[in-house]
């Protein structure tokens, strides 16, 4: 059985940092090209972040970039999310996701993905 956890979220002031993590289980997450998406009520999940199973490369939102960091560990079967310079607009729901075949062009869509976890609620106030 599959099963991603976040962990991390909570309530900051913008300005603020957070580091999210994304522990799997009931896979080898090398193997498994890892996502962070958002989502806040009546919209759609938006990509964040996502580093790819082989050799790490990395992608991000343009609403993120320089400020969000996506790592691995591939001995903890653990991703993280550092977050930096939090702003209002971040605030959402972040769920990580990992999918084994995913391919360049298909990186931002959240239906490509085969396993999620529940998700973190991230709070930034101003």
């Known amino acids: 059985q599959v099963k991603l956890v976040e962990s991390g979220g909570g309530l900051v002031q913008a300005g603020d940092s957070l580091r999210l993590s994304c522990v799997v289980s009931?896979?080898?997450?090398?193997?498994?090209?890892v996502a962070w998406f958002r989502q806040t009520p009546g919209k759609e999940r938006e990509f964040v972040a996502a580093?790819?199973?082989?050799?790490?490369?990395?992608y991000y939102a343009d609403s993120v970039k320089a400020r969000f960091t996506i790592s691995r560990d591939n001995a903890k079967n653990t991703a993280y999310l550092q977050m930096n310079n939090l702003k209002p607009e971040d605030t959402a729901v972040y769920y990580c996701?990992?999918?084994?075949?995913?391919?360049?062009?298909?990186?931002?869509?959240?239906?490509?993905?085969?396993?999620w976890g529940q998700g973190t609620q991230v709070t930034v106030s101003s």
């Open positions: 996701a990992i999918d084994r075949q995913l391919i360049l062009s298909s990186v931002r869509r959240f239906d490509q993905y085969d396993f």
């Open positions: 580093i790819f199973r082989s050799g790490g490369n990395t």
């Open positions: 009931g896979r080898t997450l090398r193997d498994y090209t």
